[in-house]
């Protein structure tokens, strides 16, 4: 049900906050990471800032590469956000075992616009154009990216629109709280200007 | 039932990205506006990031006063999160009327460490120094903030930790979906680690 969302729309992927993974590739190395600190940054063009700390090996990929994907698990795959936001794959350059997608048997499909590793089973996917901004990335471990593929599991995001509801409650995004509790947008309301 | 929270968990407040209203002062002016872009960006010292619109009044203020405050509304402050996130304080430099906390009756209180007005009926509220960023401010309205006070309410965060329960789902953050509609976290659940 993985379906293509316009550009201008991207940004409504991730306007409520959820945790992400990011997920990167250089040189025949791969890796996935949760974050819990991403944000929109502009609508058009669409872009986006995420927080990639100096310890991770997502942070050398991504520099290598300049590129980068955010994806976003659903209810479904809480232990695996969890997991893979607390392992490290730091190790990775040097052996295949320490890759979190072969050590999970996490399966992955090639994103259309950049050939990111995206991670199957996430609800939306958006491949990222890394901005380089040195001076972001060291004082505040802060990311730039300019989105250039955006995609969404129809079931749940349709018309430009997330639709959190009871019959797709697997399929909801996830915001954590910390220590593995993460809040699920499991109701929704809706508001009405004041006079 | 507002208490202090220690500051090196005032990031745990926004971790998992709720809309948040950003108040502000300079000169006997204030306003209030909601933002959805807003995320943590460092542990220690606490830091904040959020997105601010060159066309805000908001945006004013904060560059002439060097402050901010998050003020994290409820699900029973809906319709003011996204009335203040529709209206423009712009106007206000000359006219009372314009005030947005005047004009729909929002109660301020003044925060504990900068003054910063704060919006009563909130769960959560943080004081920020802003920490100049032209380039990052002038290229993606990024502000970045220490966060020097933390606020919330003890009903549904305590012991450094959100309890999002169906007895205080009044209290529950807003996630902002577009266009009124808002998700709340109105569930939870728990994360294991894979093997």
Request: aromatic residues 8%; neutral net charge; proline residues 6%.
């Amino acid at each position: 049900m993985r379906r293509a969302v316009e550009l201008s729309k991207a940004n409504r992927l991730i306007n409520h906050g959820p945790t992400v993974l990011v997920s990167s590739a250089h040189g025949g190395r791969r890796n996935v990471m949760a974050a819990a600190w991403s944000m929109p940054v502009e609508f058009t063009p669409p872009r986006v800032a995420v927080v990639i700390d100096k310890s991770t090996f997502t942070r050398e990929l991504v520099l290598a590469s300049g590129r980068f994907a955010l994806n976003l698990p659903c209810r479904a795959q809480a232990d695996l956000a969890y997991t893979v936001g607390s392992v490290s794959g730091k190790g990775a350059e040097d052996s295949t075992r320490a890759d979190k997608f072969a050590r999970y048997g996490i399966e992955a499909f090639d994103g259309p616009l950049l050939g990111l590793p995206l991670v199957a089973g996430c609800v939306a996917w958006l491949e990222c154009r890394l901005i380089p901004e040195p001076h972001a990335q060291e004082a505040y471990d802060t990311f730039f990216g300019e989105v250039v593929s955006a995609q969404a599991d129809a079931r749940v995001f349709d018309a430009g629109r997330w639709s959190f509801r009871a019959d797709n409650a697997d399929l909801h995004t996830l915001h954590h709280l910390g220590a593995g509790l993460f809040a699920v947008p499991a109701q929704t309301v809706q508001a009405e200007l004041l006079p």
